[in-house]
C-alpha cells in the first residue's frame, strides 16, 4: 500500500481546506485510515480515525471542526478542515493500519493558517 496526501495550502484563520489521501495497492487488508499532524517543534498527534466500519473519532481540538470521509470508489480518505485556526498549522500525514498491525504513512502535506 502506498499513500499520497494532497490540498495543503495557505489559508487565513476562518477558512477552509479540504486534504485527500489517495490509496494505491491493495486495501483489502486495511482495518483504519487515519489522519496525523505535527506541528514545528511539537509531537505528531492523532486528529482523525476512520475504522473500516465507518466509526470515526477525532482529537478534541478538532471535534465540530474537521470531517474525515472516505470515497471507497476512489480508495480516498479525505479531511475537511473548517473554521482553521493559526494552532491547526502542521504538517499532516495520512496513514493507514493493516489487520495485521503494518502502518504505512503517506508523505504529508503543509497546511499554514495566517492569523
Known amino acids: 500500500v502506498q499513500l499520497q496526501a494532497s490540498g495543503g495550502g495557505l489559508v487565513q484563520a476562518g477558512g477552509s481546506l479540504r486534504l485527500s489521501c489517495a490509496v494505491f495497492g491493495s486495501i483489502f487488508s486495511i482495518n483504519a485510515r487515519a489522519w496525523y499532524r505535527q506541528a514545528p517543534g511539537k509531537q505528531r498527534e492523532l486528529v482523525a480515525v476512520?475504522?473500516?466500519?465507518?466509526?470515526?473519532n477525532y482529537a478534541d481540538s478538532v471535534k465540530g471542526r474537521f470531517t474525515v470521509s472516505r470515497d471507497n470508489a476512489k480508495n480516498t480518505l479525505y479531511l475537511q478542515m473548517n473554521s482553521l485556526k493559526p494552532e491547526d498549522t502542521a504538517v499532516y500525514y495520512c496513514?493507514?493500519?493493516?489487520?495485521?498491525?503494518?502502518?504505512?504513512w503517506g508523505q504529508g502535506t503543509l497546511v499554514t493558517v495566517s492569523s
Open positions: 496513514n493507514t493500519r493493516s489487520s495485521s498491525g503494518l502502518i504505512t
Open positions: 476512520m475504522t473500516r466500519g465507518g466509526i470515526t
